[in-house]
Nanobody, 121 residues
Framework: QVQLAESGGGLVQAGGSLRLSCAAS????????MRWYRQAPGKQRELVAA???????NYADFVKGRFTISRDNGKNAVFLQMSSLKPEDTAVYYC???????????????WGQGTQVTVSS
């Protein structure tokens, strides 16, 4: 059994910062690519950023220069440092990860339950 647990969401004023964390737990041997997605009310879920096990990163254009994704492989954790937040960043942010279990089974796209980020103007 694998769980992804996000934390760090909250209410912040425009221009402020938040740091999201996501930790994977369970019978995990390793984590491969880890991602952050977000979903605003009435909109589709969209990819925000991704990071490979080797540390290569990829960002959506709308967060480039403002958000930074990082990870701690030893803790099977991924982080999202969000700065210069805008009201349009308001959404539920979800952690997503590709995992290898101790049994050798590969799990693609495991999801967390999400954490709410609200940016007030």
């Amino acid at each position: 059994q694998v769980q992804l647990a996000e934390s760090g969401g909250g209410l912040v004023q425009a221009g402020g910062s938040l740091r999201l964390s996501c930790a994977a737990s369970g019978s995990i041997f390793s984590t491969n690519t880890m991602r952050w997605y977000r979903q605003a009310p009435g909109k589709q879920r969209e990819l925000v950023a991704a990071i490979t096990s080797g540390g290569s990163t990829n960002y959506a254009d709308f967060v480039k220069g403002r958000f930074t994704i990082s990870r701690d492989n030893g803790k099977n954790a991924v982080f999202l440092q969000m700065s210069s937040l805008k009201p349009e960043d308001t959404a539920v942010y979800y952690c997503n990860a590709d995992l290898v279990l101790r049994t050798g089974v590969k799990v693609f796209g495991s999801w967390g339950q999400g954490t709410q980020v609200t940016v007030s103007s």
